[in-house]
């Protein structure tokens, strides 16, 4: 079963890019990657989710590289609002039914 | 569009008593699981559901029952509450059979205090 690291904070000024990544050494040949965003008193919110290579939606692009051994969430311009703590999640892969969640990383934006 | 709900929002116990934190979901979604939220220590899988009359164990699963009778409630059940079992509970659901391919829907939590 794949566990995750984070690190544990991050800061970052308003409209700056931040990138979050987490290592995932053990992720099984089927697994996803997800991110998800978590605000005080809220459950999590899925953000994105990739497989390999880079995701990109409207809120955030998802690098993963060849070995896929880690991945790097990236957040264009950050504004006050995305002050939360994010999540990397894998697993989902055939035959891994459970998920762990990591201990996440709590990101602060400093105006 | 209700989502996941879960009930109560708020509890208190003493040691010992127990409870059933309700979850429910109308999206028709066959894969339901609980986590547990402490400080520092991100969210734990308890148990978790990949369909009616199908359950399993997570991470933490010790002092917690589940059954999942129907497809849309997932009660978790705590028989004899500890100190230890005070947390932020979370239910989730995906229409993705194994969870991990694609989006996990959250409830808003059940914040439980054991005294």
């Known amino acids: 079963l794949a566990k995750t690291t984070q690190p544990i904070s991050m800061d970052s000024y308003e409209g700056q890019e931040v990138n979050i990544t987490c290592s995932h050494n053990?992720?099984?040949?089927?697994?996803?990657i997800t991110w998800y965003q978590q605000f005080p008193s809220q459950g999590p919110r899925f953000i994105i989710q990739g497989y390999k290579t880079k995701v990109t939606n409207e809120v955030a692009s998802l690098f993963i590289p060849a070995d896929r051994k880690s991945s790097t969430l990236s957040l264009p311009r950050v504004s006050l609002s995305d002050t939360a703590v994010y999540y990397c999640l894998v697993g989902g892969g055939a035959g891994a039914n459970n998920l762990f969640f990591g201990t996440g990383t709590r990101l602060t934006v400093i105006p | 569009n209700a989502g996941v709900t879960q009930t109560p929002k708020f509890q208190v116990l003493k040691t010992g008593q127990s409870m059933t934190l309700q979850c429910a979901q109308d999206m028709n979604h066959e894969y339901m699981s609980w986590y547990r939220q402490d400080p520092g220590m991100g969210l734990r899988l308890i148990h978790y559901s990949v369909g009616a009359g199908i359950t399993d164990q997570g991470e933490v699963p010790n002092g917690y029952n589940v059954s999942r009778s129907t497809t849309e409630d997932f009660p978790l059940r705590l028989l004899s509450a500890a100190p230890s079992q005070t947390s932020v509970y979370f239910c989730?659901?995906?229409?993705?059979?194994?969870?991990?391919?694609?989006?996990?829907?959250f409830g808003e939590g059940s914040r439980l205090t054991v005294l």
């Open positions: 053990n992720i099984a040949t089927n697994d996803y």
């Open positions: 989730a659901s995906s229409s993705y059979p194994t969870g991990g391919a694609g989006e996990l829907f």
